[in-house]
RNA sequence: GCGCCCGUAGCUCAGUUGGAUAGAGCAUCAGCUUGCGGAGCUGAGGGUCGCACGUUCGAGUCGUGCCGGGCGCGCCA
């Protein structure tokens, strides 16, 4: 409907352009919606941007506009001149009525659009790497990475939602390490470090303690899901795997087991994954190396100090980076590059990495790097997102990944439940800190709990059926009612916001800002809530049987906008509550 | 020290290529209310948009400098 109106004016705009003779390209005619309401419905600003350009008052030009738009067709009921040169437009009533049938016609593919057809992206978000729990930086990532996915494909493009983890390098040895220290720990053949040497690095690191050994690292991981993990081993093999070493069965069994939490914890909030992709395989089909000689023969890659160096300040970048170390062994960078220059070589056109704050540096890197090698950079995007904390009674939770004191995502859906944690863990721009209220989000009182205003806002659209079902009414199929009916103040309202719900998609897709919806859920939840509250002036079960069709449509409207957006959020519509 | 992000109401935060008198929720206060669904409804107060300068018809939004907070700056990932 604005589009409609937007192009109507862009065709006057070049007929009088056209007739002043001038030849220069029409510029673009954009809209907004005005925040006051005597501003009208939609506002134009085109005439200012044309003053100079014209040599003509902003105000004149945009008369002699209006002038030439007319009624657009029967869809303008006014339009005025404003201000220094605003055009503010009023839209017949009906073109706003009639677009209810036309929600409820078009049911579950309202709001979608065709922006993203025929091309395919992959959202690569979480990739954490399965050396314990997840945490509630990791959870935001997830969230914010699937509901970009949900967004991408509501708007038409077909979306790969792939997982990358590091299983070659030293951080899964030192995992293996962990867990093989804790199995010898609790089969009496080595010494627990102390507490205190565990909770400071400068503290004295004891080689061995009460005649055993201290084998446990000095930078392993010291969650108690590693003696978990341990005591499995144990259950399974006795003392058959003292021998063993570290990153032999300890890693791989301590993996396989961290990564089936892992995928069990996303299960939990509705995240599924096409693609896992481990870092190995990069190496079993010599990817790193042919990464490696591409990158030389472009004369990006040196030998200093040992090393293999990316010469990335001939990039533009502040400094120079290993890639691959005195040891031989590479860095994580090698393989990042490699990664990447995989996944455009299965034909995405667009690739979005979801990033934490803390590994953002990383990002110029792999994207120059992997420019150089061919690819576009604009084709390779990242979501930044910064951390979580955690706030209860006023304090926050103390965290910290070292010592696996933090919370994880487990526990926090344990608590809150799968659709607040996400409808929290959503609500708040990727780059912005998200305070995550653990006593608002525990609060199962709907009116205070956003997640559950929005939710109880959709089940009232059910509760409604069930009563009107009581008096033998139906939901109208979208033809079965006159729109006309639904003239009331808060009614238009309403069904302004409901028209707005597909530019809103449409910019929260585009922008990759999946907060949006959350905050357009909320103001929807907003206007629907009160309207039923007020029971008096527009009841939708009353003795006018034609008005109550129409205000059935309504419901049935404005219950097809809920439940598209939660579920852009991933968050359930239930019909009850 | 350098790089990135943030700074908007008491708190947590929105603010659509720069638009008209800066918004929401929570909290506070006042009045109304006994419900198509669990207490609700209506209204009010509360702001030098961190500070300064600049760009222009117009700046919370863009530029520069400063102040404050977070993150990063490794042959860790």
């Not at 009460?210 to 341990?230: C, K, N, S, T």
């Not at 990242?382 to 979580?388: K, P």
């Amino acid at each position: 409907m604005k589009q409609e109106l937007s192009d109507q004016i862009d065709k006057a705009l070049r007929r009088l352009l056209e007739r002043s003779g001038d030849t220069e390209p029409s510029p673009s005619v954009a809209l907004d919606t005005p925040r006051r309401p005597e501003h009208g419905d939609f506002a134009c600003n085109v005439a200012m941007g044309l003053a100079k350009r014209l040599g003509q008052a902003p105000r004149a030009i945009a008369e002699s506009l209006v002038a030439e738009l007319g009624d657009a067709g029967g869809l303008v009921e006014s339009a005025d001149v404003a201000g220094p040169g605003f055009i503010n437009f009023k839209l017949d009533l009906s073109a706003w009525q009639n677009q209810v049938p036309e929600i409820l016609r078009k049911g579950s593919l309202y709001g979608c659009s065709d922006e993203g057809a025929d091309k395919r992206v992959q959202v690569e978000f979480v990739s954490a790497n399965p050396t314990g729990p997840l945490s509630t930086g990791h959870g935001r990532n997830a969230v914010l990475g699937d509901c970009t996915a949900r967004l991408l494909e509501k708007v038409g493009f077909e979306v790969t939602r792939e997982y990358y983890f590091n299983d070659g390098g030293r951080q899964m040895r030192v995992l293996g390490e962990s867990v093989k220290a804790r199995y010898l720990e609790r089969l009496g053949r080595a010494a627990s470090p102390s507490p205190e040497a565990l909770a400071d690095p400068e503290t004295a690191w004891l080689e061995e303690s009460e005649g055993l050994p201290v084998v446990f690292p000095r930078d392993g991981y010291q969650g108690e899901y590693i003696g978990g993990i341990a005591q499995d081993l144990i259950d399974q093999f006795g003392e058959g795997l003292i021998h063993e070493p570290g990153d032999g069965q300890f890693r791989d069994y301590a993996q396989s087991q961290i990564f089936a939490e892992i995928t069990k914890t996303l299960d939990s909030i509705g995240i599924v994954f096409d693609v896992n992709f481990n870092e190995k395989s990069l190496y079993d089909r010599g990817l790193l190396e042919r990464t490696l000689e591409d990158l030389r023969a472009l004369g990006l890659v040196y030998d200093a100090e040992g090393a293999v160096w990316l010469a990335s300040t001939k990039m533009d970048l502040d400094r120079d980076r290993v890639l691959v170390k005195g040891t031989g062994e590479p860095t994580y960078l090698l393989p990042d590059i490699a990664y990447h220059c995989d996944k455009f070589s299965r034909g995405f056109d667009q690739m979005i990495d979801v990033l934490g704050a803390d590994h953002i540096e990383q990002f110029p890197f792999v994207q120059k790097a992997v420019a150089a090698l061919g690819v576009n950079p604009d084709q390779l995007e990242l979501i930044m997102h910064q951390f979580v904390t955690i706030t209860s009674q006023g304090e926050k939770v103390k965290q910290s990944t070292r010592r696996a004191t933090f919370v994880t995502v487990d526990e926090l859906v344990e608590q809150v439940g799968s659709d607040v944690f996400r409808f929290f863990m959503i609500e708040r721009k990727p780059e912005g800190h998200l305070d995550f209220d653990l006593d608002l989000a525990r609060d199962q009182n709907w009116r205070k709990n956003p997640a559950y205003y929005v939710q109880y806002a959709h089940a009232r659209t059910y509760g409604i059926e069930r009563k009107a079902s009581e008096v033998g009414l139906s939901m109208p199929d979208h033809d079965a009612f006159d729109p006309l009916r639904l003239d009331q103040p808060e009614e238009i309202q309403l069904i302004q916001k409901l028209v707005g719900f597909s530019e809103m998609v449409s910019r929260a897709a585009s922008t990759r800002e999946p907060h949006h919806v959350a905050y357009y859920l909320r103001e929807l939840a907003g206007l629907w809530n009160p309207y039923l509250q007020d029971g008096v002036r527009h009841r939708v079960l009353s003795d006018d049987a034609a008005l109550t069709q129409a205000r059935l449509g309504l419901v049935g409207a404005v219950r097809v906008v809920l439940r598209e957006g939660l579920s852009l959020l991933g968050v359930s519509s239930p019909e009850r509550m």
